[in-house]
């Protein structure tokens, strides 16, 4: 059965700094991989998804993950956070069922 | 467009009682899906729907029912409410293709059980 783990359950960067969220997952099959981000008192939103072709993504608000099959990992970076990012972003894996979340990361941005 | 709605946003029971969550969309959506959060948990799926007239369970499904009538409609129903149901309640409706399709959120109800 398929699976996610997200590494650090809190990450705080400065405002301008490299963000990395860090998502490893499970999978018997050629996983599809997806992360979501929530912001305060809101439902879930998706910012990047891979189903198949390019390993790199590009997502909403200049997000960005790479899918390496060999690491079985999907992490999610930005160059440059703003303040605006401070949310809880949740990484995803499906084998063509129901998503599998991950517990979540919520990343503080420090002015 | 609505997108997708949750009703009501908060509520509060006492232990034993009975309530019905609606979640609705408005985007013709074949997919609907019930998730709860919980601190340090994630989210996880207690029911899902891939069309009108079929449920299935997710990963938590004891303690919850759910009905889809109507394709617009997915509704969550607890029959005797338990302090360990206290958690925050997602919707969520998806494209009519498969499982990669990107799945569209209602704001969430907020449930606490006494």
């Known amino acids: 059965a398929q699976s996610v783990t997200q590494l650090g359950s809190h990450v705080s960067v400065s405002e301008g700094a490299l963000v990395l969220l860090r998502c490893n997952y499970s999978s018997s099959v050629p996983p599809y991989l997806f992360w979501y981000v929530q912001y305060p008192n809101q439902g879930l939103q998706l910012l990047l998804k891979y189903t198949t072709g390019a390993t790199l993504v590009k997502g909403i608000n200049g997000f960005e993950a790479e899918f390496k099959k060999s690491e079985t990992s999907f992490h999610l970076t930005k160059p440059s956070a703003h303040m605006s990012d401070a949310a809880e972003y949740f990484c995803a894996v499906s084998e063509d069922t129901p998503l599998v979340f991950g517990k979540g990361t919520r990343l503080s941005v420090i002015a | 467009n609505a997108g997708v709605t949750q009703t009501p946003k908060f509520r509060v ?98 449930l606490t059980v006494l």
């Open chain 2, 13 to 110: 029971l006492k232990t034993g009682q009975s309530m019905t969550l609606l979640c609705a969309q408005d985007m013709n959506h074949e997919y609907m899906y019930w998730y709860r959060q919980d601190p340090g948990m994630g989210l996880r799926l207690i029911h899902y729907s891939v069309g009108e007239g079929t449920t299935a369970k997710g990963e938590v499904p004891d303690g919850y029912n759910v009905s889809r009538l109507k394709k617009q409609n997915f509704l969550l129903g607890l029959e005797s409410a338990a302090p360990s149901q206290t958690s925050v309640y997602f919707c969520a409706s998806s494209n009519p293709t498969d499982y990669t399709d990107t799945q569209y959120f209602g704001p969430g109800t907020r």
